[in-house]
């Protein structure tokens, strides 16, 4: 299946889709040059482009932590954005009322995580006829996700596509089932690999979630060689000074080293024809030589 984001195409034998951005809006000055410098580069290493900020983090791990400028102000610098240097924007929501307004600023409304699950939130986010990004739950099976992606098709948006981000594993801890992009994508449903919210550290700081970066190179290069169709990565000028998962975000200073590998490597993953292991039980005995 081949989904419209914006102007690209998303799925099987289409360019790997980059989603990218900071975590939240910090100010105009960083969103404003983080956008531009992605933008150069998606047109040096020839990438499609969808840039994204969130304009309200409301499930930060405390009360106190930085949530961004919220939903009017937010919209407003997104859309600023995105007539100033000619992006599709993407956003999340968290409240059903968000979804009319945000539908009006945003090319791709995401789904959170914590909230893939909330009928009414997914619905409303399909109804305003733009693309739905579906973050998979930390709790949420591979198949199970597929209910969400219904909910989507059922108000006739067929433009949706998943998110796999890490499952939990114990306390303050993800793992990444590679198995996941495969067993998602057997339904049609394309599948997007969240480079950096895969290495958080949930709650890991106290008041905080903290992340391993440093594995994030090892994991994005597993996804695509398992067959994501597209990367979603949180990027920042100064990554150990963002005010949200600064321990995840990539440095914009080596986004392109990384790119540039990812993309070389999909492009070899796309040239490989698809060998189908029988499964248990279905395997056929080589007829003897004699």
Known sequence: MIVKV????????????VIAGPCVIESWETVFNTASAMKDLSRELNFPLVFKASFDKANRTANDSFRGPGLVEGLKILGDIKKQLGLPI?????????????????????????????????????????????KKGQFVAPKDILKSVEKVTSVGNLNSF???RGTTFGYNNLVVD???????????????????HSVQ?????????????????SLTKAAIAAGCQGLFMEVHPNPDKAKSDGAT???????????????????????????????QGHCVEPALVR
């Not at 914006?6 to 889709?17: C, M, Q, S």
């Not at 945003?106 to 305003?128: G, H, M, N, S, Y």
């Not at 550290?201 to 190179?217: E, H, K, N, V």
């Open 6 to 17: 914006a102007d690209f195409e998303l799925g099987a034998g289409k360019p790997l889709l």
């Open 90 to 134: 993407l956003s999340d929501v968290h409240e059903v009322a968000q979804c009319e307004p945000a539908g009006q600023v945003l090319d791709v409304i995401q789904i959170p995580a914590f909230l893939c699950r909330q009928t009414d939130l997914v619905i409303a986010a399909a109804k305003t006829g733009k693309a739905v990004n579906i």
């Open 162 to 164: 998943v998110t796999e």
């Open 178 to 196: 590679m198995r996941a992009i495969p067993m998602i994508q057997e339904s049609g449903c394309p599948v997007v690999f969240d480079a950096t």
């Open 201 to 217: 550290l949930p709650s890991a700081g106290g008041a905080t979630s903290g992340g391993l970066r440093q594995y994030i190179p």
């Open 249 to 279: 975000q990539i440095p914009l200073a080596q986004v392109k080293d990384l790119l540039s590998q990812w993309l070389k490597l999909h492009a070899l993953v796309q040239t490989q024809p698809e060998i189908v292991l029988p499964q």
